[in-house]
């Protein structure tokens, strides 16, 4: 987009079109699975809505290509490279992609298993080191439950007091800071007040 000040105007450039649109296409590919659309349908929308001002609309004005200004904007735009849209990735490749890593992943537990049957089977387990990794076995089949302190559960909370906020508390602030109502002096009735004894 050339931004022209003199004559007010935001001019576009082929490239924004292309970006935009582009977009769109990626997003029909996506949609429709990777078949190509067969033809674009662009309205001649009269205007924009203003991005800050509710309810203002900004014109736009259609141009045909072999018109003066377009040749400018051509000229003004020809050495600024055009942005390329990243493509998605067709299905297949994905799918391609991901059968290449689960594979890699099954052949590394599958040597992984080779190299711990090897290691079970070369050195002999003494007595202590079986009973080790039978109690190791036990321990992990058993639920496990988290320790108590002396005192019981000390229920929810942090150990220095800081809880969750209270609902009321911020409830009661609210009310206190909200602006006092307006009285009228003139309807005050007289009250005795007493102190307490």
């Known amino acids: 987009m050339i931004v022209s000040t003199m004559r007010k105007q935001m001019q ?52 045909e290509v072999d018109e003066p200004i377009v040749q400018e904007i051509i000229e003004d735009g020809k050495d600024i490279p055009e942005t390329p849209i990243e493509e998605v990735p067709r299905d297949e490749e994905i799918a391609k992609e991901e059968v ?22 070369s050195e002999e387990l003494s007595p202590a080191r079986a009973a080790l990794a039978k109690a190791k076995a036990a321990a992990e089949q058993t639920d496990r439950q988290p320790k108590m302190p002396p005192g019981g559960d000390i229920g929810v909370g942090h150990p220095d007091g800081m809880g969750g906020r209270d609902v009321g508390f911020d409830r009661k602030i609210a009310r206190d800071l909200k602006p006092e109502a307006k009285v009228d002096e003139s309807k005050e009735l007289e009250a005795e007040i007493e102190k307490p004894a």
């Open 12 to 63: 576009m450039e082929a490239r924004d079109i292309n970006y935009a649109l582009g977009a769109y296409v990626l997003s029909y590919l996506y949609a429709s699975h990777n078949e190509d659309p067969k033809e674009i349908i662009f309205p001649k929308f009269p205007a924009v809505p203003h991005p800050r001002i509710p309810g203002v609309l900004i014109p736009i004005k259609y141009v």
């Open 100 to 121: 290449a890593e689960a594979t890699e992943k099954v052949e590394d537990l599958i040597e992984q298993v080779k190299e711990l049957k090897e290691e079970q089977t």
